[in-house]
């Protein structure tokens, strides 16, 4: 398998889990206090690992163009969404919140199509309609059988656009270190998600609250985040985003078999519409005659059809390395997905 769906599925895994959790976990908490704790969990923990990896701070590596789409994707991904997130799952039942956040996949891979022009092949297309129709029967329907109105799958469904967005301005720096660029977004939204909190009158949780809270923000949020930007450099914005939209089915397996929560027929359609959507976009497979235009980039890499460069430094033969390097234009067919080296139109 493709290492980078294995990272897509991973990444799906941790956050579909941290769904029903943080719910529970934030009981009496405001929103917007939970989601900044959530966030500086994940900010903090990436910190440290970085720290130890790195033995010592090392620039970002970040260039001055690259900077407005990751702070573009911090504001969308790591202030609005989980904000937006954490006042929907007030108002309605974790396992239909876990199936909402389906749609992200959806948006995500319609601005992709529609702003960044990436290729739509039919079953992607059909996928998303069959997870776009889940969505509007959860909608509909409370799975839980406690009482919300409408204004929580909408705050669910605000989420996922705002993540969406996220995600494409995410893709544009993904070539760059994934444990700054999560550790960064997890820094700066769980500290002014905080700050805000604080400033509106919430009160920090005592530590048996809130030592499990900040645990759930990084292993959901921070090393799920790690995972997704991975995935993006190697799939693309939609494709990752459909591999991803698997997270909802865990953390409605959660809610539903650990924490106790009922659910009704219509919630077992709009799981079938939505298995139905991400099956479709798991066996999607995409291969053409294409061109490679030059490019000058930096990332980790091995030295395979796409990597036949020289190397004007001493280096050893160890595989993979990172640098940066100048691909020549390169015409050729194979299966690929829109990935760092397939960025072309159709």
């Given at each position: 398998m493709n290492l980078s769906i294995v990272y897509a599925l991973a990444a799906a895994a941790l956050f579909g889990a941290s769904t029903p959790l943080a719910k529970n976990l934030g009981l009496g908490l405001s929103p917007v206090l939970l989601a900044g704790l959530l966030y500086l969990g994940s900010g903090v923990g990436l910190a440290g690992v970085r720290l130890i990896r790195d033995r010592g701070w090392k620039p970002s590596g970040l260039s001055p163009s690259e900077w407005p789409w990751l702070l573009g994707a911090i504001a969308f991904g790591g202030i609005l969404g989980p904000v937006a997130l954490m006042f929907g799952l007030t108002r309605t039942a974790g396992a239909t919140a876990s199936l909402m956040l389906n749609l992200?996949?959806?948006?995500?891979?319609?601005?992709?199509w529609v702003v960044f022009r990436e290729n739509a092949d039919r079953r992607i297309v059909l996928g998303m309609i069959a997870i776009v129709l889940g969505g509007v029967v959860l909608s509909g329907a409370d799975s839980g059988g406690t009482s919300h109105d409408w204004t929580g799958p909408l705050a669910v469904a605000v989420a996922c656009l705002c993540w969406g967005i996220d995600n494409n301005l995410t893709r544009k720096v993904s070539a760059s270190d994934a444990l700054f660029i999560a550790g960064a977004k997890g820094l700066i939204a769980g500290l002014v998600n905080g700050g805000l909190a604080l400033y509106l009158g919430a009160q920090i949780p005592g530590m048996a609250q809130l030592a499990p809270i900040l645990l759930v923000g990084f292993l959901g949020y921070g090393i799920s985040l790690v995972m997704f930007v991975l995935a993006l450099r190697g799939?693309?914005?939609?494709r990752t985003g459909a591999y991803f939209s698997t997270a909802p089915f865990l953390g409605a397996a959660i809610a539903v078999l650990m924490l106790?929560?009922?659910v009704t027929v219509a919630f077992w359609i709009a799981s079938a519409l939505m298995a139905v959507g991400v099956w479709l976009h798991l066996t999607e497979r995409h291969a053409h005659d294409h061109q490679h235009d030059a490019t000058e980039h930096g990332h980790r890499h091995v030295h395979d059809e796409?990597?036949?460069?020289?190397?004007g430094f001493e280096w050893d033969p160890a595989e993979p390395h990172s640098h940066v390097h100048v691909h020549s234009p390169l015409r050729h067919s194979h299966a690929h997905f829109p990935d760092v080296h397939h960025r072309h139109r159709h």
């Amino acid at each position: 398998m493709n290492l980078s769906i294995v990272y897509a599925l991973a990444a799906a895994a941790l956050f579909g889990a941290s769904t029903p959790l943080a719910k529970n976990l934030g009981l009496g908490l405001s929103p917007v206090l939970l989601a900044g704790l959530l966030y500086l969990g994940s900010g903090v923990g990436l910190a440290g690992v970085r720290l130890i990896r790195d033995r010592g701070w090392k620039p970002s590596g970040l260039s001055p163009s690259e900077w407005p789409w990751l702070l573009g994707a911090i504001a969308f991904g790591g202030i609005l969404g989980p904000v937006a997130l954490m006042f929907g799952l007030t108002r309605t039942a974790g396992a239909t919140a876990s199936l909402m956040l389906n749609l992200e996949a959806v948006l995500t891979a319609v601005i992709a199509w529609v702003v960044f022009r990436e290729n739509a092949d039919r079953r992607i297309v059909l996928g998303m309609i069959a997870i776009v129709l889940g969505g509007v029967v959860l909608s509909g329907a409370d799975s839980g059988g406690t009482s919300h109105d409408w204004t929580g799958p909408l705050a669910v469904a605000v989420a996922c656009l705002c993540w969406g967005i996220d995600n494409n301005l995410t893709r544009k720096v993904s070539a760059s270190d994934a444990l700054f660029i999560a550790g960064a977004k997890g820094l700066i939204a769980g500290l002014v998600n905080g700050g805000l909190a604080l400033y509106l009158g919430a009160q920090i949780p005592g530590m048996a609250q809130l030592a499990p809270i900040l645990l759930v923000g990084f292993l959901g949020y921070g090393i799920s985040l790690v995972m997704f930007v991975l995935a993006l450099r190697g799939l693309g914005s939609a494709r990752t985003g459909a591999y991803f939209s698997t997270a909802p089915f865990l953390g409605a397996a959660i809610a539903v078999l650990m924490l106790g929560e009922s659910v009704t027929v219509a919630f077992w359609i709009a799981s079938a519409l939505m298995a139905v959507g991400v099956w479709l976009h798991l066996t999607e497979r995409h291969a053409h005659d294409h061109q490679h235009d030059a490019t000058e980039h930096g990332h980790r890499h091995v030295h395979d059809e796409h990597h036949q460069h020289e190397h004007g430094f001493e280096w050893d033969p160890a595989e993979p390395h990172s640098h940066v390097h100048v691909h020549s234009p390169l015409r050729h067919s194979h299966a690929h997905f829109p990935d760092v080296h397939h960025r072309h139109r159709h």
